[in-house]
């Protein structure tokens, strides 16, 4: 076992296991889209990055192929860390906009513009299909080609596999696959449809820290002041009347 600082907190884990492991242990969420607990960590989709060390010396790293060492400082919702996963989110609905994982995570973490031109290509090259097929089903159907911008997965020569056995599991784990509420042909970008409230706490500390319960809880929310206007306006008398009439 080592010992690390989790979030302000000293934890044990696991010699061998990793920063994305031991955070889950512990109940702490952190997104993922190229992570399956069967498959070996690849690290390309970059939303579980998390900080670690402090100071100048701190540094984002992927959590699901980081391990864990003795004494490291591991800080999961900074607003660094906040920032990457908004930015990351942002390319991969400019990238793959129609997949409903995609938006459900853009919906989830508050991402509520997308600032880079739509292309709407059907790979994200997050690699799951690949390494599900390799690890698996013991196929190697398909892999990566090319490097790049011109990087894509195919089959050998671009040509039936004799390897294949159609047994869709590449379908099955492929986010791009799943296609999103409104159909391929969605008036926007971005759906929103399913958008979370944005915790404020994360403006006010470094720290996002709503361990426990809904956005809220720690009182931040309740002392921002447009939320204490809001609340005001509900307590009054008209406020009460005028919904009561409607």
């Not at 799943?178 to 399913?194: E, K, V, Y």
Request: aromatic share 6%.
């Amino acid at each position: 076992m080592v010992s690390l600082i989790l979030n302000g907190l000293e934890v044990q884990a696991e010699e061998g296991s990793t920063v994305l492991e031991t955070c889950r242990f512990y109940g702490i969420e952190i997104p993922t889209l190229c992570y399956n607990e069967g498959l070996q960590p690849y690290g390309g989709c970059r939303l579980c990055l998390v900080e670690i060390g402090t100071g100048d010396n701190s540094k984002l790293v992927s959590s699901c192929t980081y391990p864990v060492e003795e004494g490291l400082n591991v800080r999961t919702n900074t607003k660094r860390v906040v920032s990457a996963r908004k930015m990351m989110i942002e390319l991969l609905v400019s990238v793959c906009p129609q997949s409903k994982t995609i938006q459900d995570l853009a919906s989830k973490y508050h991402v509520t513009q997308v600032r880079f031109p739509a292309r709407n290509d059907d790979c994200i090259l997050c690699g799951l299909c690949v390494r599900m097929c390799k690890e698996q089903m013991q196929s190697g159907a398909i892999g990566f080609t090319e490097r790049g911008f011109k990087k894509k997965i195919v089959t050998p020569f671009n040509a039936r596999s004799e390897q294949c056995r159609l047994c869709g599991g590449c379908i099955y784990v492929c986010p791009a696959c799943q296609m999103r509420c409104q159909g391929p042909d969605a008036p926007t970008d971005l759906c929103s449809g399913c958008l979370s409230l944005e915790p404020s706490c994360i403006q006010t500390h470094d720290d996002y820290q709503c361990w426990m319960g809904t956005t809220g809880d720690c009182g931040t929310c309740e002392g921002r002041p447009d939320q204490r206007t809001r609340d005001a306006k509900r307590s009054t008398p008209n406020a009460k009347n005028n919904a009561s009439s409607k």
